[in-house]
């Protein structure tokens, strides 16, 4: 997958430095799409954290089961 | 009087150095049980780094003989998430500043799924939060909805932190069973301006003495390394030691993108080990908690530190909006520092 833009700042991934960026989302869920910049519905709870994209779907992290099975 | 520097104990300048604020600590909070008070605590904040060793030490020992060696273990979650029209200069929950944080609503089914993962870390304490000024009709009926089912599916004592309430919601909250409820202070009455400036200081106190007087446990704590001074520290220990609130939830500032406080420097490790045995000197007996931010500004390493500092509960695993490290490896620490996991429903 493409990795256009920065999923701290939201900024082009071509655009400058994102060390810090980085290093950050080791605590942090992403929270701007990579592919389109959207910032995207994150819910973090205490096992884990998913965050979506109305144009390209959900990412999950951590243990995160869905009860519902979506 | 007491000083910060260090006295010759022995006298004839050969072996011990000792600091006057912590044989006063000795005496006053580890034998009597008496916490230090707004002086005593500036005392304790302006030692210097050598005196370190001995404050925690002091603090642990506080610690054991007060409240003894249990840990209590919670997890804590978002059922709304962003939008919120208060303007706390920490948060990135705050609808007034760019923060990349959308709104989103947690559903009822996700939320029974996380009390019970929490449960199964072995945590016996479930906070609820809401990023809203207190809640309404909607996240009241959410809050009915929830808290039974988790009640049906999970043992597990469930708290609520829904911002500042009328006492009709205070009595429903009870009536629900929720058993505790958090809502910090955050930080001293004389620098809550320059944090908050939709609401005041004192309307979230008069929330606290809502929730004491039903009968609810009361979680109150704040932030520090928000640029409040060390006498505000101290002002603010002495402010929630005159709350005596059961449990002080202990965050240290996270700068959160977009926020006012996004470029604050993280506190140095060794200040917020200072605070943290600070706190326990004016709170004895109160649950101390490490909240939000350990993982910035003390790593593990320190993390440990404050164990062994004062510190006698944890939040484990993820925050509202940041990610905690894994409860498996807070878990073990407190193994290996035969420190045992609070049961459900023991009283510390
Ligand atoms: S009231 Fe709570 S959620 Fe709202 S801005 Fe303040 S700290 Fe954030
Ligand atoms: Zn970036
Ligand atoms: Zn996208």
């Given amino acids: 997958m493409t990795e256009d833009y920065c999923a701290r700042c939201g900024e082009p991934r071509d655009a400058g430095e994102h060390l810090a960026c980085d290093a950050a989302l080791v605590l942090e869920p992403p929270r701007y799409c990579v592919r389109c910049r959207r910032r995207m519905v994150v819910q973090v709870v205490p096992t884990g954290w998913t965050a979506r994209c109305s144009e390209h779907g959900e990412l999950r992290g951590g243990d995160v089961v869905d009860p519902l099975g979506r | ?348």
């Avoid at chain 2, 979650?77 to 939008?83: A, E």
């Avoid at chain 2, 200069?89 to 089914?109: E, T, Y």
């Avoid at chain 2, 007087?213 to 520290?233: F, H, K, P």
């Avoid at chain 2, 164990?307 to 509202?320: C, D, E, F, K, Q």
């Fill in chain 2, 1 to 348: 009087m007491t000083t910060t520097h260090p006295t010759d104990a022995v006298g004839d300048g050969t072996a011990a150095v000792g600091y006057p604020v912590l044989e006063v600590a000795r005496d006053q909070v580890l034998d009597r049980g008496e916490g230090l008070d707004e002086g005593q605590v500036l005392a304790v904040l302006r030692l210097p780094d050598d005196a370190l060793p001995e404050l925690l030490e002091v603090a642990h020992e506080v610690r054991m003989r007060w409240c003894g060696p249990e840990v209590e273990v919670e997890g804590i979650v978002s059922l709304k998430t962003g939008g919120c029209p208060e303007d706390c200069h920490f948060c990135s929950q705050s609808g007034l500043f760019s923060s990349p944080v959308r709104s989103a609503w947690l559903d009822i089914p996700s939320l029974v799924q996380a009390a019970v993962q929490t449960a199964a870390t072995g945590a016996t304490e479930f906070c609820i939060v809401a990023a809203v000024r207190g809640p309404d009709e909607r996240l009241m009926a959410q809050m009915r909805e929830g808290v039974a089912a988790i009640r049906a599916a999970v043992d597990i004592n469930v708290a609520a932190s829904l911002g500042m309430l009328t006492q009709e919601q205070v009595d429903e909250l009870a009536d629900m069973g929720v058993h505790r409820y958090n809502h910090n202070l955050e930080t001293s009455r004389s620098y809550f301006p320059n944090v908050v400036t939709t609401h005041t200081w004192e309307e979230r106190w008069s929330t606290l003495e809502m929730v004491r007087d039903a009968g609810l446990e009361v979680c109150c704590g704040g932030i520090v390394g928000m640029g409040e001074t060390l006498e505000q520290r101290a002002e603010f220990a002495a402010q929630l030691a005159e709350l005596a609130p059961h449990e002080v939830p202990l965050n240290f500032l996270n700068p959160r993108p977009g926020t006012p406080f996004g470029d604050e420097p993280v506190l140095p490790a060794t200040d917020a080990l200072r605070t943290i045995a600070a706190f326990r000197l004016a709170l004895p007996r109160t649950i101390l908690r490490y909240a939000g931010g350990r993982e910035i500004t003390l790593g593990d390493l320190g993390t440990r530190d404050g164990l062994l500092g004062g510190i006698n509960a944890v939040i484990v695993g993820n925050y509202l909006t940041t990610l905690g490290r894994p409860a498996t490896d807070d878990l073990a620490l407190l193994a290996e520092l035969s420190m045992p996991v609070k049961a459900l429903n023991a009283t510390l």
